[in-house]
């Protein structure tokens, strides 16, 4: 599959008042056409704020995409775009379904308002044709009582309704991708693993690219292609969704996967803690954002950043345990040991 976006060096930071926030620090990695690319990695790591960069959010100030960084969309640069490119960007070529649909919706507005209005921003159609379109809309993402939900208020629906009425939403432009924020974070096991197959179903009839933003690892197993591990604003491992979870090489990408219960397991397993605190991105260490937190920190580790190491065509890691010299070229984790 031919790359539809790539970003390049990323860099973000917010300026407060104690300092400037460096929330992203040189983020890279590429979407395909068609696939679903999850984005993990715990909260604070810079996934959300990668995400707004691509849908042009980040509000400046207190915010600021620094000189240099690029996000490449059919190889044009967004960040170079006119504000009123960036209108035409949203919701035609790039939406984004947000984690807390109560607080993204427009309370003082009807659910059929909030379609038509993204249908109408982007497509020239009459009355009749947007009503029929928002209808449309809503029975895609599994509404059946379509004409009476066009009529309520957000306030009014349950949380998996509102999410699916965010998705709709989000795809009333035609998107070619489509970013989910954690879309089912506040939502019960049930309605959650209910959105997710709607997100796969829509993406294989519509052909769309989708990108998730997520921390929950049982979600990106069903549904991910390939997976990107950010830890402290930087990008740790990426690689095939298998890759990921059977062959991984980060010890912050183990360390999540052990922290996650496995159902099969049951009170058998052995739920390993990260112990420490991330580190604070107003003074962000000089080497490995993960070698405090590491069980296998070498002193290079504290002072220089690892390069990145390729594995396959989709699988590399940035670590300096698979430098020749470091000893540990062949090793696998399993229960916190090197083997």
């Known amino acids: 599959m031919d790359d539809l976006l790539k970003i390049e060096d990323l860099k973000i930071s917010y300026y407060t008042y104690a300092g400037e926030v460096q929330s992203v620090r040189g983020v890279s990695f590429s979407v395909r056409k068609g696939e679903t690319l999850a984005i993990v990695g715990e909260s604070g790591c810079g996934k959300s704020v990668t995400a707004k960069s691509i849908m042009g959010l980040i509000q400046v100030p207190p915010g600021e995409i620094k000189e240099g960084s690029k996000i490449l969309l059919k190889g044009k640069n967004l960040l170079e775009q006119s504000e009123k490119e960036w209108e035409s960007y949203r919701g035609a070529r790039c939406a984004m379904v947000f984690q807390d649909a109560l607080t993204a919706l427009n309370p003082t507005m009807r659910i059929g308002k909030q379609i038509a209005e993204n249908i109408t921003n982007h497509q020239k159609a009459g009355k009749d044709e947007v009503k029929k379109r928002v209808l449309e809309m809503l029975r895609l993402v599994g509404i059946a009582d379509a004409k009476g ?6 306030h009014e629906l349950s949380g998996g309704m509102r999410q699916r009425v965010m998705i709709a939403t989000a795809l009333a432009g035609n998107p070619e991708i489509l970013i989910a924020d954690e879309p089912t974070t506040a939502l019960d096991v049930t309605i959650q693993a209910q959105i997710m197959d709607l997100l796969a179903e829509i993406q294989q009839k519509l052909g769309m690219t989708v990108i998730l933003i997520t921390h929950d690892l049982g979600v990106v197993a069903n549904s991910a292609d390939r997976v990107v591990v950010m ?6 491992e990426t690689g095939t969704c298998t890759e990921i979870f059977e062959k ?15 159902m099969e397991l049951g009170s058998k397993q052995k739920l390993v803690a990260i112990e420490g605190t991330p580190p604070d991105l107003i003074l962000p260490p000089k080497g490995c954002p993960f070698a405090e937190r590491c069980g296998h920190c070498m002193k290079i580790c504290l002072e220089t950043e690892a390069p990145r190491y390729t594995f396959s065509k989709d699988h590399s890691v940035f670590c300096w345990l698979y430098h020749p010299e470091s000893g540990y070229t062949d090793i696998t984790f399993d229960e916190g040991e090197i083997e």
């Open 248 to 262: 991984h090489k980060h010890p912050y990408t183990w360390a999540l996967l052990k922290a996650a219960p496995d």
């Open 149 to 154: 939900c066009v009529k309520k208020y957000p």
């Open 231 to 236: 830890y402290s604003g930087k990008v740790v």
